[in-house]
């Protein structure tokens, strides 16, 4: 988290009335208060995290060990947000605006934040020199807003930004207005650099269902005793890779070097794989035994059923996580394992369409392109059926006559990018002039 020294916004209040300076601070505390929550949240998703636990086997010196993190939280993230892809923008035309390949790599990772921290921003704005829309995703470790909750738009906002000297650069975002402003390293207050009027609010807000993460705490729990599980393997297999041996009835000097008379290494003592010992003076017959050797097979079933928990609660197959089947699993089978998975994204896709649409909006109303249609997204399927299936049902549909054979919708649930579609529609007109022509040539020829 940036170290923020104070949330005063200093010279904000010379411009705007009291009531928006007050909400702005408070904003900047909150993202302040929440910053340590979401850095724990990021680090279960990057698997960079300290597992908690009691440690009560684990020496001090070893604790080091302990940064064993798990992957779990990525493929948790990773594997829904794969399942939320944008194809195609309806009811504005905003080709020669923004490159469609551009906007659908910035819904991948804006995708991903929200599922990661619960919720995240994408800014509208323009590039200074070209003026062309230029879309940065933010996240809520540096940007917090306030949401109108009847129409889910952002009514003010701020975003903060700290460069390598220290200087911190922070833009307001206001009805009507935004205001950016500057703070050295040394200094106590932000000051205005520039003041911009704005004809909509540039900031977009997005947010996961609950507004909270889908590494949950309690799978974050989940995570904690699976890996110090994982410890606790390692270490029984550093420490029992040698079998741990004890001899009775035998003198010191059995273990000096019978050359120098200097005692062997104990890593000579342990590899020996033959043992010549003789009786002790006292007569004793050596006795060699081996202590008994603890498996790791306990903690690595104890892996194996918190991930099927992990898998539970996420709405994933547990075989995302590692868990294998003795039997490969039929179409059928994985289509009703992933069935959770597939309503998660469905709602996901509903929950984000009207931030998404208010982004279409943003960035036509920023390029001077006008619309009478209603603006819209058009969504990839969430679930992962073969090509031939896919491809029988949408022939058994234009079958039936519940799709036209040569509509949008039946390269779109064909998963054809834009670009082949655009090359199928000129082929598909082409052809169609051609067939119109030739019934009209037939035509003539029968006249005649």
């Not at 904000?12 to 949240?41: K, P, Y």
Request: a negative charge.
């Amino acid at each position: 988290m940036y170290p923020y020294r104070t949330n005063q916004m200093g010279e904000l209040r010379a411009i705007v009335d009291d009531q928006d300076a007050d909400l702005i601070e408070h904003l900047v505390a909150d993202m302040v208060a929440d910053s340590g929550r979401l850095h724990t949240v990021s680090a279960y998703y990057e698997g960079t995290y300290r597992p908690k636990g009691l440690n009560v086997s684990i020496p001090k010196k070893l604790m080091h060990l302990i940064n064993s993190g798990l992957g779990w939280g990525k493929i948790i993230v990773d594997t829904l947000a794969e399942r939320l892809v944008i194809y195609d923008v309806q009811g504005v035309d905003l080709e020669g605006v923004i490159p469609f390949e551009q906007l659908r790599n910035v819904a991948v990772r804006l995708h991903t934040e929200i599922l990661r921290y619960g919720r995240a921003y994408l800014l509208v704005s323009a590039h200074p020199e070209t003026g062309e829309p230029v879309l940065t995703v933010r996240t809520p470790l540096n940007t917090a807003a306030l949401v109108d909750q009847s129409t889910g738009r952002v009514t003010h906002g701020v975003s903060i930004e700290q460069d390598y000297k220290g200087t911190e650069y922070a833009s307001v975002y206001l009805p009507g207005k935004v205001v950016a402003l500057e703070r050295e390293k040394t200094g106590e207050h932000f000051h205005i650099v520039d003041t911009m009027d704005s004809a909509v609010m540039p900031l977009i807000a997005f947010s996961n269902v609950g507004d909270v993460s889908e590494i949950s705490p309690s799978i974050q729990s989940l995570m904690d005793m699976a890996s110090t599980s994982l410890v606790y393997a390692k270490l029984n297999e550093e420490f029992f890779s040698f079998p741990q041996r004890y001899v009775l009835g035998v003198d010191e000097d059995t273990f000096r070097d019978a050359n120098t008379g200097e005692p062997i290494s104990k890593w000579k003592a342990r590899i020996d794989s033959l043992f010549i010992l003789e009786r002790s003076e006292s007569g004793n017959n050596p006795e060699v035994g081996e202590f008994r050797t603890n498996l790791s097979d306990g903690y690595m079933r104890m892996v194996e059923y918190l991930s099927s928990q992990v898998a539970a609660e996420a709405g994933l197959p547990a075989t995302y996580f590692g868990i294998s089947t003795q039997q490969a699993l039929s179409a059928e089978a994985i289509e009703k394992m992933e069935n959770r998975l597939v309503r998660k994204a469905l709602t996901r896709r509903d929950l984000w369409s009207i931030p998404w649409a208010y982004t279409i909006e943003t960035i036509a109303k920023l390029a001077g392109v006008t619309s009478s249609e209603q603006i819209s997204v058009m969504w990839g399927s969430p679930r992962n059926p073969s090509l031939g299936a896919t491809a029988d049902a949408v022939v058994k549909l234009v079958g039936a006559g519940v799709l036209p054979a040569t509509s949008n919708a039946v390269l779109q649930l064909l998963n054809i990018d834009t670009e082949l579609q655009g090359e199928l529609r000129t082929e598909q007109q082409a052809a169609s002039a051609m067939s119109n022509l030739d019934r009209v040539l037939g035509a003539l020829n029968e006249g005649e």
